[in-house]
């Protein structure tokens, strides 16, 4: 098992910037997570999905977020424009169904915005 | 609003004493609550968690103790290892058709050999 991949790692970009990051859930888990880590605010839920839908995406901290979950085993978060103030790690994380909350987390993207 | 929250960004203890780790909550219909525990460039792991009919659940050297009328939770780890250097993140839910975790802060725990 694999784990929860994410990808990149780290994102450099400048301000006005499009930036998509990826992540890929444990085979079998159908609920995945977008977090935020801040110093300020800790882990900040984004959004997230059950069976691919968006279940809650009050987290969103603005039209510049998005994100899609076309299939099982595929999400994207996209920022457009990026903002300095997004700099931050993102971390994606998926559960065995709605009832679980044994999450497993990603390696997480650190992004800064420049 | 900080539903969740660890007022000591830090915590320092020397190797083989007990590590307190403290998290208050704000919504009353919080009833089930996790710790995970970070290390650097990687996600968090689960840790324990408990439930609001309990008030204790140990998991070796890890106890969490939850107290419902004061909205608050501790960790405790006993004894503390160099290993157990980490972030620690608090987090509840409540239930029904969610698995939604809301967490907080964060405490960096720093164990000295």
């Known amino acids: 098992d694999a784990g929860v991949i994410q990808s990149p790692r780290h994102e450099v970009t400048e301000m006005g910037q499009e930036v998509t990051l990826r992540c890929k859930p444990i085979?079998?888990?159908?609920?995945l997570f977008w977090y935020r880590q801040t110093m300020m605010r800790g882990l900040e839920l984004l959004i997230y999905f059950n069976n691919n839908v968006p279940i809650d995406d009050s987290g969103m901290p603005e039209d510049r977020f998005s994100a899609k979950m076309p299939n099982a085993s595929f999400s994207t978060l996209k920022i457009q424009p990026s903002e300095p103030r997004d700099s931050a790690v993102y971390f994606c994380a998926s559960s065995l169904d709605w009832s679980s909350y044994g999450y497993t987390f990603g390696s997480g993207t650190r992004l800064t915005v420049v | 609003d900080q539903q969740v929250k660890q007022n000591s960004p830090s915590l320092s203890v020397q190797e083989g004493r007990i590590s307190i780790l403290n998290c208050d909550y704000t919504?009353?219909?919080?009833?089930?609550f996790l710790w995970y525990k970070k290390y650097p460039a990687e996600g968090p792991t689960f840790l324990i968690s408990i439930s609001s009919i309990k008030d204790k659940n140990e998991d070796g050297r890890f106890t969490v103790f939850l107290n419902k009328s004061a909205k608050h939770l501790s960790l405790h780890i006993v004894p503390s290892q160099p290993g157990d250097s980490a972030v620690y993140f608090c987090?509840?839910?409540?239930?029904?058709?969610?698995?939604?975790?809301?967490f907080g802060t964060g405490t960096l725990l720093a164990v000295q050999p």
């Open positions: 987090a509840a839910t409540y239930g029904g058709a969610t698995n939604k975790l809301i």
């Open positions: 919504n009353s219909m919080f009833d089930y």
């Open positions: 085979s079998g888990h159908n609920s």
